[in-house]
């Protein structure tokens, strides 16, 4: 086949898919977001909360334009706009459930406040319409171009069929498992070793308190408490002793580096979560800071860590943490009485104040009716040197990124050139390694926090939390004494390794060199892939452009990485939008073999379940890991083991040059990196 006809051939493939393209729908808030088909047989209805929301309308094809700027009125058309988004903010007053209907003639949105109808609403997405190769069976010729020469002996990783190169093409038969993927390698592939490359991390997300209990003495530490209902907010007893126990099942996987939720001393108590306080929320996901150079004791204790981090390196996988600068955590009512702080009424509250529960006609929100918000006594909890918050004497909240305070959280003020001490309840904290130091700012004490445990465990890299939120010169500065710090303990431990490596996380940024690179980023986390993972899970060849896309511009700008991923803890499960395990496998495919980095977060491979969220939906995000395994989840395990072991053995995957090769019926590509060459195949479903 000529260029010319590939090239038509491709373009016939993208104008019928686009023709077929599904808009899509995207609800944010500055810290979650979560997509959602549009289609024009019956309306969206999605359950709202009282907050602040940017909609974006995707993958629109056809003649029409927005106006620059249109304020949303319910129940009143809004223009969207064709082959390019359309961006709105949705101000929502009152809870309750809102419909967003597409008028697919005038190219329009309506949204409108519906009567509650269900408020266990189940989203399930239609498998998108693309056009897709077709596979009749039995035995299909692959034509190599000039990947390998004639003679060379190729090995079909999935099936482990041994063929020989001639003339410029093998012939094979597929994989009944595979779904139609060819994986081809050389044979001396599984014996040569090649040199690791960040470019092609496989970064294994593990969420420590969902993951596996392997103490179940530390489960309720600090006086925490099970809810006897859904635990949807609650710690699960998860820990760093269950993740060593695991770290075999984590290898297999063909995982380069686990990243930790963070793993600090959180918070003690809870706050009410959602609209309706409808259950206690605690901190389990380790995003509420109390103290950052202790453990938390639900996930263990610092001889935990260092097995952790020593049976993880003996395994040749890295350790990543996650450091939370930008915010601390809430003001609980357990913490406010270990403290001393007296900001409360305690003639409302029990014995101990983490025992209190709402009475009839309360909800999980009512204790705040007993916090005296308004006294000076504030003064002695993080005080005004440290942090904004709506609270006496501190610094309010502004409105830019760097002012603001996500959902309430108190915000670090860390362009603060004065210099301050830490505050007593934190220097009494038990265990604390927080001390005194002069002329140390707050951004001082944060970025020595954080490094510290770089210093003290060999910690490879961080991922950043909220960076837009912090200024560019911070993250300069952590990154500089991390990397001091590693070094100094490869010194003392007689260790070398890749520099220390920090990806960041950048609310809705995508596969792209921003400046961000240049505050010592060597990677940000990739937003797009999610979305793009709908059509390359129905058909691996819609892939293509993105992956053309990805590939073409790591090679111009080879000091940046993106980090792709398919589901996360503050967006969706990708399991959830389908609910299928033919497009669960059909998405690894997407996701591991494509350039840059990719994240997996725990239990994608196994296609993890929402778990019972209550009123707010991202907690569902963050079910338990499944460990009793079906035969259809034992089925996509092993097909997971294939493609991630595949991918750990070529960087050239991550950080090759790709290239289409010339095909009739099959979509063809390879991926060179130096000496290592792989070549993959969909001869279709």
């Known amino acids: 086949m000529k260029h010319s006809t590939l090239a038509t051939m491709i373009g016939l493939l993208l104008a019928s898919t686009a023709s077929l393209a599904q808009?899509?729908?995207?609800?944010?808030?500055?810290?979650?977001?979560?997509?959602?088909?549009?289609?024009?047989?019956?309306?969206l209805v999605v359950p709202l909360t009282k907050q602040t929301y940017q909609i974006k309308v995707s993958e629109l094809s056809g003649d029409c334009q927005a106006p620059?700027?249109?304020?949303?009125?319910?129940?009143?058309?809004?223009?969207?706009?064709?082959?390019?988004?359309?961006m709105l903010e949705l101000k929502v007053r009152f809870a309750g459930d809102y419909s967003f209907t597409f008028d697919q003639t005038q190219y329009t949105l309506s949204i409108a406040r519906e009567a509650k109808k269900n408020t266990s609403a189940i989203f399930k997405r239609p498998i998108p319409q693309v056009t897709c190769e077709t596979y009749a069976g039995g035995p299909v010729t692959i034509a190599l171009d000039d990947s390998f020469q004639d003679g060379t002996q190729l090995r079909d990783a999935y099936s482990g069929q041994i063929i020989t190169v001639t003339q410029g093409s093998v012939t094979l038969t597929p994989s009944a498992e595979s779904g139609?993927?060819?994986?081809?390698?050389?044979?001396?592939?599984?014996?040569?070793?090649?040199?690791?490359?960040?470019?092609?991390?496989?970064?294994?997300?593990?969420?420590?308190?969902?993951?596996?209990?392997?103490?179940?003495?530390?489960?309720?530490s600090y006086g925490r408490k099970k809810d006897g209902k859904q635990e949807v907010g609650t710690f699960h007893g998860g820990d760093l002793k269950g993740i060593t126990e695991k770290l075999d099942y984590i290898q297999d996987l063909g995982t380069d580096v686990i990243w930790l939720s963070p793993i600090v001393e959180q918070v003690h108590g809870f706050v009410g979560d959602g609209?309706?306080?409808?259950?206690?929320?605690?901190?389990?996901?380790?995003?509420?800071?109390?103290?950052?150079?202790?453990?938390?004791?639900?996930?263990?204790?610092?001889?935990?860590?260092?097995?952790?981090?020593?049976?993880?390196?003996?395994?040749?996988?890295?350790?990543?943490?996650?450091?939370?600068?930008?915010?601390?955590g809430y003001s609980t009512?357990?913490?406010?009485?270990?403290?001393?702080?007296?900001?409360?009424?305690?003639?409302?509250?029990?014995?101990?104040?983490?025992?209190w529960s709402p009475s009839e006609g309360e909800n999980w929100h009512s204790f705040h009716k007993s916090v005296d918000y308004q006294s000076h006594q504030w003064a002695n909890w993080w005080g005004a040197d440290w942090v904004r918050a709506g609270l006496p004497s501190y610094t309010p909240p502004g409105s830019s990124d760097i002012t603001m305070t996500l959902a309430g959280l108190p915000d670090f003020l860390t362009e603060s050139e004065q210099a301050v001490q830490p505050p007593q309840w934190l220097l009494n904290n038990p265990g604390t390694r927080v001390a005194v130091k002069s002329d140390y700012r707050v951004s001082d004490y944060l970025i020595e926090?954080?490094?510290?445990?770089?210093?003290?465990?060999g910690i490879d890299g961080f991922r950043v939390d909220t960076v837009k939120h912090v200024e560019g010169e911070v993250w300069q500065r952590l990154k500089a004494s991390a990397s001091a710090s590693l070094d100094q303990w490869r010194k003392q431990n007689n260790q070398q390794g890749?520099?220390?490596?920090?990806?960041?996380?950048?609310?809705?940024h995508s596969a792209y060199r921003s400046p961000y690179a240049d505050d010592g980023f060597d990677a940000l986390i990739n937003f797009d892939m999610q979305k793009k993972l709908d059509k390359g899970a129905a058909c691996f060849s819609q892939m293509q452009p993105t992956y053309q896309n990805y590939a073409d511009s790591m090679q111009e700008t080879p000091d940046f990485t993106p980090v792709s991923y398919m589901s996360s803890h503050d967006t969706e499960l990708f399991f959830d939008r389908f609910k299928s395990f033919e497009m669960q496998q059909s998405a690894a495919n997407a996701l591991l073999l494509s350039p840059g980095a990719i994240q997996v977060y725990y239990g994608d491979e196994v296609a993890r379940e929402l778990g019972s969220y209550a009123d707010d939906f991202h907690q569902g995000t963050r079910s338990d890991m499944v460990w009793e395994l079906d035969k259809k989840r034992q089925s996509l395990l092993q097909h997971w083991q294939t493609?991630?072991?595949?991918?750990?053995?070529?960087?050239?995957?991550?950080?090759?040059?790709?290239?289409?090769?010339?095909?009739?019926?099959?979509?063809?590509?390879?991926?060179?990196?130096?000496?290592?060459?792989?070549?993959?195949?969909?001869?279709?479903?």
């Open 68 to 86: 620059v700027t249109q304020k949303v009125k319910f129940r009143s058309p809004l223009q969207l706009n064709c082959d390019k988004e359309t």
């Open 643 to 685: 493609l991630g072991q595949f991918r750990q053995r070529h960087p050239a995957i991550g950080a090759g040059l790709h290239k289409v090769l010339e095909n009739e019926s099959a979509y063809v590509f390879s991926r060179t990196l130096g000496q290592d060459k792989v070549v993959v195949a969909f001869v279709g479903k």
């Open 449 to 457: 926090w954080q490094s510290d445990w770089v210093k003290r465990f």
């Open 180 to 220: 139609g993927l060819i994986l081809l390698e050389t044979v001396e592939s599984e014996d040569t070793k090649q040199p690791f490359s960040y470019q092609n991390a496989n970064i294994y997300f593990v969420m420590v308190d969902r993951f596996n209990n392997a103490d179940a003495t530390n489960d309720n």
């Open 275 to 328: 609209e309706s306080g409808s259950f206690p929320f605690y901190a389990y996901h380790g995003y509420w800071t109390r103290d950052f150079t202790k453990i938390d004791a639900n996930f263990g204790t610092d001889a935990d860590l260092k097995q952790l981090v020593d049976e993880a390196h003996k395994r040749g996988i890295k350790v990543f943490l996650d450091a939370v600068i930008n915010h601390s």
């Open 498 to 508: 890749e520099p220390f490596w920090m990806m960041g996380e950048v609310w809705g």
């Open 333 to 355: 009512l357990a913490d406010l009485q270990f403290d001393g702080i007296p900001v409360v009424d305690s003639s409302k509250m029990p014995k101990q104040w983490s025992d």
């Open 23 to 43: 808009p899509t729908l995207s609800l944010s808030t500055t810290t979650t977001s979560r997509d959602f088909p549009l289609n024009t047989a019956e309306p």
